[in-house]
């Protein structure tokens, strides 16, 4: 299995899946549709289903780009195309609020990377799943969020979700 460690938080690759190809720019969400769900309440182990869109030309990430980006605190996913990290706890603007009066919440942040310098008009859907696990005591946050990122970006976009508690 795949798996590190960064900022005392394990995170492991369950899976990275193509699901399909040559999807029309026009049919593609610009944002990750994501899920989280506790696996096991003792250890504070969850697991994060990422379903997103990325351009269909994807470049590999080579060692000197590697080093170059500074990729040091996450995993390499389909052949070295995407890399999966974690960027730590961030407080984040949105319209999600734990109470009325507040704008911000606490997130762990998990960027989905690659790298392409072309626009293209083709996109391949991805599902990713991993399971990352805190240690004790660790910071609390109220959600992940997860933004895709191309390593020569425009704009970078993400979403916030939080975990379910009505049924744990």
Same mark, same amino acid.
């Given at each position: 299995m795949n798996t590190i460690t960064s900022a005392s938080v394990s995170?492991?690759?369950?899976?990275?899946?193509? +699901? *399909?190809?040559?999807?029309?720019?026009?049919?593609?969400?610009? =944002?990750? +549709?994501?899920?989280?769900?506790?696996?096991? #309440?003792? %250890?504070?182990? $969850?697991?994060?289903? @990422?379903?997103?869109? /990325?351009? *269909?030309?994807?470049?590999? =990430?080579?060692? *000197?780009?590697?080093?170059?980006? !500074? /990729? !040091?605190?996450? =995993?390499?996913?389909?052949?070295?195309?995407? $890399? %999966? *990290? $974690? #960027?730590?706890?961030?407080? @984040?603007?949105? %319209? @999600?609020?734990?109470?009325?009066?507040?704008q911000s919440i606490f997130c762990r942040r998990f960027d989905v990377e690659y790298y392409t310098t072309e626009k293209v008009d083709d996109h391949s859907l991805y599902h990713i799943q991993f399971n990352y696990k805190l240690p004790p005591n660790s910071q609390l946050a109220d959600a992940i969020i997860v933004i895709n990122t191309n390593e020569d970006p425009e704009t970078d976009r993400g979403t916030v979700t939080s975990v379910r508690t009505d049924d744990q």
């Open positions: 995170i492991t690759e369950v899976f990275c899946k193509k +699901m *399909s190809e040559n999807i029309p720019s026009r049919f593609v969400s610009a =944002l990750p +549709m994501v899920s989280i769900h506790r696996i096991e #309440k003792s %250890l504070n182990t $969850y697991r994060v289903n @990422i379903t997103t869109y /990325l351009p *269909s030309n994807i470049t590999p =990430l080579t060692d *000197s780009w590697v080093k170059e980006l !500074n /990729l !040091n605190s996450g =995993l390499f996913l389909d052949e070295k195309k995407i $890399y %999966l *990290s $974690y #960027k730590g706890v961030r407080k @984040i603007d949105t %319209l @999600i609020t734990k109470a009325q009066s507040e």
